[in-house]
T-cell receptor, first 112, second 112 residues
Framework: NAGVTQTPKFQVLKTGQSMTLQCAQDMNHEYMSWYRQDPGMGLRLIHYSVGAGITDQGEVPNGYNVSRSTTEDFPLRLLSAAPSQTSVYFCASSYWKLSGYTFGSGTRLTVV | GQQLNQSPQSMFIQEGEDVSMNCTSSSIFNTWLWYKQDPGEGPVLLIALYKAGELTSNGRLTAQFGITRKDSFLNISASIPSDVGIYFC????????????FGEGTQLTVNP
């Protein structure tokens, strides 16, 4: 049981490049979310999903896309990277909407 | 959007001391969660609270769901060096479905 797995752990992008941050969970959780963490700002919700085929925007969705074709996977796509997207990105999953989320170990992204 | 005010932002204490931190919101929450984040890792759930007035313990940690449903506190008794990290509160509003809102975090330093 690996929990929530995020890849890659580190990534450097040039401005304008696109990439996909991968997230997979093996706990059969319906609820999945993406957060970004910036110094002094806590964690801010980017996008979330309440099940396969269902996604919605969070607090800071601009510049990011998501899809949920399977229960296990919830990739986050950066369409055209900007320096403002330099951050640590966390994926999280939960089996019930009111239960605590389990977090992955994060992807540290730098956009130059 | 919803804001959670978490205080204090940082604490520097001696080993063996008790610690208290709290969160307040402008809206009513259905759920309060407390997480701890170690450097380079994702947040880990410490305590989940589901009812107003609920008091829950996890070892040396105790958390309470405020009666007004707009606040929560976390106490750590007899602190030890491994308590060092960032502590986050998080909550779910009645109307937010599965979305979590996070506080900005309390950075705890424990001096041996």
């Amino acid at each position: 049981n690996a929990g929530v797995t995020q890849t890659p752990k580190f990534q450097v992008l040039k401005t304008g490049q696109s990439m996909t941050l991968q997230c997979a969970q093996d706990m059969n959780h319906e609820y999945m979310s993406w957060y970004r963490q910036d110094p002094g700002m806590g964690l801010r919700l980017i996008h979330y999903s309440v099940g396969a085929g269902i996604t919605d925007q969070g607090e800071v969705p601009n510049g990011y896309n998501v899809s949920r074709s399977t229960t296990e996977d919830f990739p986050l796509r950066l369409l055209s990277a900007a320096p403002s997207q330099t951050s640590v990105y966390f994926c999280a999953s939960s089996y019930w909407k009111l239960s605590g989320y389990t977090f992955g170990s994060g992807t540290r992204l730098t956009v130059v | 959007g919803q804001q959670l005010n978490q205080s204090p932002q940082s604490m520097f204490i001696q080993e063996g001391e008790d610690v208290s931190m709290n969160c307040t919101s402008s809206s009513i929450f259905n759920t309060w969660l407390w997480y701890k984040q170690d450097p380079g890792e994702g947040p880990v759930l410490l305590i989940a609270l589901y009812k107003a007035g609920e008091l829950t313990s996890n070892g040396r940690l105790t958390a309470q769901f405020g009666i007004t449903r707009k606040d929560s506190f976390l106490n750590i008794s007899a602190s030890i060096p491994s308590d060092v990290g960032i502590y986050f509160c998080a909550g779910q509003e009645e109307t937010s479905g599965s979305r979590l809102t996070f506080g900005e975090g309390t950075q705890l330093t424990v001096n041996p």
